[in-house]
């Protein structure tokens, strides 16, 4: 197995980014900011009403398709559970805090504290560096791997669901508690970036489908790599970079914040199943 830990001391960031397909920075978001953002979701959970939405977050094939719930989450900050939050006669196993995989995805636009967090100088910069010229952040996630449920993400490519022309979305990934083969950190394939899209997720009206473009197989064991990073660490991908995360069979969660963001140059598709309308908050930058 390769090991990640080159990626730490990178000489050049910029130059091994556009190698490697990914880029590891360590203490990007200091101890109290992760902390803010980390008691504000815990907030969130609180206010949520489970009896509102029984929704859970799969990314098994077509688990998505006709769910309201996460077609009408795209300019709402909404609570998604694990796949085995519930029991057999639909109660959940566990404390609401610890039932839920994700709230997605306009965090960054609605919560003044996930706005904050997901700002300023430093990411502007970082993400010009990456290429984006005009940046736009089309989604938040806060990710939860909750202890003993947290769900696998199987291998996919960011791009399968955040389609521009010509391809520019851009993952920033910030571990908000210590990342571990243990807990489910991420595994990546470095230079995978170089290859093909190989799935589209497309929507038509409420319905969704993940079509297959390329039959190029997902990356083996052998060729990925886990990312274990400290909390406070910020994990920057290609959107063709394949990935993954395990299942977290572990007694520690693993929380995260994502946001995917696209080069205003670039044509956003229409057949993304994320679109804001002239009623949503306007798209911003960082
Ligand atoms: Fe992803």
């Not at 949520?48 to 859970?56: A, H, I, K």
């Not at 199987?154 to 391809?167: R, S």
């Not at 210590?178 to 009206?205: I, K, S």
């Not at 990925?224 to 069979?249: D, K």
Request: charged share 20%.
């Amino acid at each position: 197995m390769r090991t990640n830990r080159p990626t730490m001391l990178a000489p050049n960031p910029i130059e091994f980014f556009r190698r490697e397909g990914y880029l590891v920075l360590p203490g990007f978001r200091s101890p109290q900011a992760v902390a803010a953002l980390r008691a504000r979701a815990g907030t969130i959970i609180d206010a949520f009403d489970p009896t509102e939405s029984r929704s859970v977050f799969t990314t098994r094939e077509q688990a998505l398709a006709s769910d309201d719930w996460f077609l009408d989450s795209v300019a709402r900050i909404r609570c998604f559970f694990e796949e085995e939050a519930f029991a057999a006669d639909g109660s959940l196993r566990q404390d609401k805090q610890l039932s839920i995989n994700k709230i997605g995805h306009a965090l960054h636009d609605l919560d003044p504290v996930f706005d904050a967090f997901s700002r300023g100088p430093d990411l502007a910069a970082l993400a010009r560096d990456l290429g984006l010229v005009q940046p736009l952040i089309w989604q938040s996630m806060y990710i939860f791997k909750q202890p003993g449920i947290g769900g696998e993400v199987g291998w996919h490519q960011d791009a399968t669901f955040l389609h521009t022309e010509p391809l520019s979305v851009t993952t920033f990934w910030f571990a908000l508690e210590d990342a571990t083969l243990d807990n489910g950190c991420l595994w990546v394939q470095p230079g995978g970036h170089r290859g093909p899209l190989r799935e589209l997720f497309v929507r038509a009206g409420r319905r969704v489908d993940k079509l297959r473009l390329d039959d190029t197989p997902w990356p083996t064991r052998e060729q990925a790599i886990p990312l274990e990073v400290p909390a406070g660490t910020l994990v920057c991908f290609h959107g063709l970079l394949p990935h993954y995360s395990a299942p977290n069979r572990s007694p520690v969660s693993r929380h995260a914040y994502t946001l995917h963001a696209t080069c205003a140059s670039a044509r956003w598709s229409g057949s993304n199943w994320l679109q804001r309308g002239p009623q949503d908050p306007p798209l911003r930058g960082f």
